[in-house]
């Protein structure tokens, strides 16, 4: 079984393919490794689930709302997901 990590970063994109690469690499840069990153594509047009999917970190958890369902829910949703305690 698998051990959940200690803290859970969660962001939602919808069409940010301008900046969600920096915003990606500043989490993965940072010291502390224990974490998950929980990305929610908010139904993006432009190529940003594309971008994030060449990540092959395994501490990146994608998931792609099939239309915009807006930020506080996509964040609901993503808190829903988490599996860290912080």
Do not use: C, K
Request: charge should be neutral; aromatic fraction near 8%.
């Amino acid at each position: 079984m698998e051990t959940a990590p200690r803290v859970t970063v969660l962001m939602t994109v919808h069409n940010g393919l301008p900046y969600v690469a920096e915003a990606i690499d500043s989490v993965l840069r940072q010291t502390f490794q224990d974490f998950e990153l929980v990305i929610i594509d908010d139904a993006s047009t432009d190529a940003s689930v594309a971008w994030i999917r060449r990540y092959p970190d395994p501490r990146i958890r994608l998931w792609v709302n099939p239309r915009n369902r807006g930020q506080a829910s996509s964040l609901n949703d993503g808190l829903a997901r988490a599996r860290a305690p912080y």
